[in-house]
Each structure stands twice: as structure tokens, then as C-alpha cells.
């Protein structure tokens, strides 16, 4: 019962930005993090280990609008420099909605400050992907400053070569 009504909290509202304060972070690692043979993570400008290509599985939410869900952690690199800004595109916010941190809902907008002293550290987020489908090739913006890139991931199934 209790997870069903942390489900409900989380899916009850989705839109905008949330800045994820440092407090949220779940564990210190050694940057950049690269995960493991059976879920590996992919460095994305330097500055985030972000979830692998391929997520090979999604679970039912059982609330909808977002009825699947991908739980897959994210590491950004500690230290000073500016901070990390992960969103869904535009044209695929009906589609896809993200989770990290301990927000208490989902997002479209995920702006992560440079937490601690140390570019060697990383520092762990919780989280993944909201869909309203159980799999699907989904892209995520990721901004460091004037740097911008487009990541793709596959949830369930692999998304085509780009």
C-alpha cells in the first residue's frame, strides 16, 4: 500500500523544472562511473555517467498517464564547474517524463548543481525513465554550460544507429 501511494505522489504531477538539491545524492563514486558488464554507463560531456544505450527493462506503474517505468541511477561529476541540465525535448514530453533525485514527482527538467570539492568524485542520483508505453527509443538533452548534446536510449528494445 505504501508503494502505491509513493507511485501516486510521484505521477500525480509532471511538468517544469526542478533545480535536484545535493542533499538527494545516495552515494560518492569514483568519476567517471562506469557501471557494470550487465548495466553500463555511458559518459556524456565530461560530466554525467548517464544510463547505458540499452535499459533492458521497464515496470508497470499500475497510475496512469505514466504507466511504465525505467529505474536507471545517473552520476554527475563533483567539483566546481557549472551545473548539469538534463530535459525531455520538447516534441517528446506526451511520451517520456524523468525522475532523479528525490523530487516527489516527474519532471521534463532536471538541472543538477556540481555538488562537492572533488572532479575525481561522482556523485549518484536515483531515478530513471517515465513512459506511458513499456518500451520505446527516447532521447535526453543534456546541457553543461554552453556545451549541449542529444543522448538516445533504448528502453527494452535498441534504438536504431544514429
Known amino acids: 500500500m505504501l508503494a ?6 510521484l505521477l500525480a504531477g509532471s511538468a517544469g523544472e526542478r533545480t535536484v538539491p545535493c ?13 557494470s558488464a550487465r548495466y553500463p554507463s ?3 560531456l565530461e560530466t554525467v ?4 544505450k540499452h535499459l533492458s527493462q521497464s515496470s508497470e506503474t ?4 505514466w504507466k511504465w517505468f525505467s529505474k536507471w541511477g545517473m552520476v554527475v561529476r563533483g567539483g566546481e564547474g557549472e ?5 525531455v525535448p520538447r516534441t517528446w514530453r506526451n511520451r517520456v517524463a524523468i525522475v532523479w533525485g528525490n523530487g516527489g514527482r516527474v519532471f521534463h527538467t532536471l538541472r543538477f548543481p556540481r555538488c562537492g570539492d572533488d572532479p575525481g568524485s561522482g556523485n549518484a542520483y536515483a531515478g530513471g525513465f517515465f513512459l ?5 527509443c527516447v532521447p535526453l538533452r543534456f546541457t553543461v554550460g554552453e556545451r549541449t548534446t542529444l543522448v538516445w536510449f533504448g ?3 535498441r534504438c536504431p544507429r544514429r
Open 49 to 52: 555517467s548517464a544510463p547505458g
Open 42 to 44: 555511458q559518459l556524456v
Open 83 to 87: 551545473a548539469v541540465v538534463v530535459s
Open 23 to 35: 542533499a538527494e545524492v545516495i552515494q560518492t563514486v569514483a568519476f567517471p562511473y562506469a557501471g
Open 155 to 157: 528502453i527494452v528494445r
Open 62 to 65: 499500475g497510475s496512469p498517464p
Open 132 to 136: 506511458r508505453k513499456p518500451s520505446g
Open 4 to 9: 502505491e501511494l509513493a507511485i501516486g505522489l
